[in-house]
DNA sequence: TTCAGGAGTGTTACCGTTCCCAAACGCGGC
DNA sequence: GCCGCGTTTGGGAACGGTAACACTCCTGAA
């Protein structure tokens, strides 16, 4: 069954075509000055052969393994997913192939042991999906040979080039939609104290607050899922006052409107209720949901882009690039005018 | 800035510890004969060098790479990408970095593009998140120097070693519990009728009526998004008979619990809904879903397994080796005896 | 005392590319 | 006819490891 298929390599087509081996790699390699007349020979001497160049050997020479590294923490979930998604399909056009180095939590350990996993492999540059500073931290340790990117964190005080959603606007745009709607204040159920992300939600939703003269009320920072929005929905539900809630993402939102659900309180005739990212079934909570939509693909593809520009340019920027996508409101049913 | 820190090689840990690099190279490879004293020298030098080695020149003479390939389909979904970070975990722990390749859809020829991308990185074999018969298809016609496996697809009629689910178990449990709470029959929304798992768990859900002696309704096999369900859902509404069904998958059961609360129907004490999946935050819908949860990370480490021992057994099995994972019912709020 | 055999080490070849340099070739101008 | 120069090609030498083999000790049995 293991049957022996010889393996064309650079000699073997050489022959076939006549030529020296080094000529075949002058033709691999698009050098201009092989006769027209020479590469097709070459050429056809590869099909025939079913050739296909030794990637090990040629990273040997070059340092340059056409691979990138990606570092991910919680791919599990929607949003780091898509990132991964849209990389890659940026990456594969570009050339690459992108091997992923999974942290476990974001401590500076973990991270420094992923950048090093990924360094023996030679990859060509890294892309961290990394959410929390510490993440960054240790991405500034790595060799200084190395190229980073860190994507969906915080923002342009980082000293590592960064690619990330203006979460501050996407709050702004929920909170001004709220109150334009008439809801004299807006409640916040925030993410994690932590995660810068969660920092600038609330930064733009207190700043959209205040500019409408708003008061702002105070907010308890939990975690990202679904019970920590159903615990502090249960504690919003009770108030009476509450009319407008706006969550830092889809999954808190989705449990606060089951506390408001179980509380009697009707989304949206009393209670309007935001959510942050567009996770791909929020159109279809109890009612659909009004959220912020992050185009966590197009992140990923930019932080490609940006990626290979670093590599490529010729280290003229002094100060690390920084790009911000902005995100849209997408307004569906829980949302509506006080009555 | 960029500082020449010439990385260190072989010969430069050979030098200072006074011997050949091929007594490098045996310490590096656990090889039994060599001293203590002139081990432990090495080690030392090699810490003070930060000596590393070179994957690429190993891979060369090895043609190992230490590197394995996935092929992932929609890994925006929290079950395949539960599995990609089930293979990761498992992939490191052996000693192996992973290196995905996405397919956009689940053509053959995607499928081999794939397969090739990732040969031509020399990984020593390849996980295929492969829900469809297409996709093993594709890996049936890798070189017979890969070794393969599929994971989350259909059974055991398949040429490639798979891991999957025991979807008709499954859907078995989830008909079984709503017959046992006294429905009559149960209705079903099934996936679409070209996935393997769609099919497994029609006749799971099936049998389980035959056996019941109750009668099986129509299906309509769509999509496997919210989207599906709440169009299928509505259909069930209207049909005041219905007061069990069994979703094909969580989202699908999303989509089914909107068209009923739309319709006025009360979950679960008009109608009774189960799904599939467990999703995240599936405890968290209007109300908490009762569903089958599949552990998507242990099905992502089984693969693993199987094709490490794929890869180091001496080819004493003539059939490939298949493994099941068996699902669990998990009872939440979606579900009740029928007035 | 001799010799087999194993432990410990070094020497050399080789994996399949790319890079450096030199050689062969064609061509126009003196 | 010779020289200079650009194009095309080939012959080595890297790249950094591992494998095969040879060699030196040292031990214990004949």
Redesign the pocket.
């Known amino acids: 069954m293991a049957s022996k298929k010889p393996?064309a390599?650079?000699?073997d087509v050489?022959k076939l075509a006549?030529?020296?081996?080094?000529?075949?790699?002058?033709v691999?390699?698009e050098?201009?000055?092989?006769?027209q007349?020479?590469?097709e020979r070459v050429l056809e001497a590869m099909e025939s052969l079913d050739?296909?160049?030794?990637l090990?050997?040629?990273t040997?020479?070059?340092r340059q393994s056409h691979t990138l590294g990606i570092i991910g923490f919680e791919t599990t979930l929607f949003g780091p997913a898509s990132m991964l998604y849209g990389i890659e399909d940026a990456a594969r056009t570009a050339g690459y192939l992108v091997s992923i180095a999974m942290v476990r939590n974001l401590d500076r350990r973990p991270v420094l042991e992923a950048v090093d996993r990924l360094r023996q492999h030679a990859v060509d540059g890294i892309i961290a999906i990394a959410p929390k500073p510490a993440v960054t931290n240790g991405l500034l340790q790595a060799p200084s040979d190395l190229y980073c990117v860190a994507v969906g964190g915080a923002g342009e005080t980082e000293a590592v080039p960064t690619v990330r959603i203006d979460n501050a606007t996407g709050a702004r745009l929920a909170t001004e939609h709220l109150l334009a709607l008439g809801h004299s204040t807006v409640h916040h159920v925030a993410g994690p104290a932590d995660w810068p992300e969660a920092q600038e939600r609330i930064a733009g939703w207190r700043d959209a607050l205040n500019r409408a003269g708003a008061v702002v009320p105070p907010i308890v920072p939990q975690s990202w899922n679904a019970e920590s929005g159903y615990l502090q929905g249960q504690r919003l539900a009770r108030d009476e006052s509450v009319t407008a809630v706006f969550c830092a993402n889809d999954r808190i939102a989705l449990g606060v409107l089951r506390a408001l659900h179980e509380a009697g309180r009707r989304v949206p005739e009393e209670v309007s209720v935001v959510g942050f990212d567009d996770m791909p079934d929020s159109g279809y909570f109890l009612p659909p949901l009004t959220t912020v939509r992050q185009d966590f693909a197009e992140l990923g593809r930019r932080s490609l882009t940006l990626l290979l520009e670093h590599m490529a340019g010729p280290d003229d920027a002094e100060s690390p690039a920084h790009v911000t996508v902005t995100p849209e409101l997408i307004v569906r049913g829980s949302t509506a005018a006080p009555r």
């Open positions: 393996v390599v650079m000699r050489a006549g030529v020296s081996h080094q000529t075949v790699s002058r691999l390699n050098h201009p000055n092989v006769r007349e020479t590469r050739y296909r160049r030794n090990a050997a040629r040997l020479v070059t």
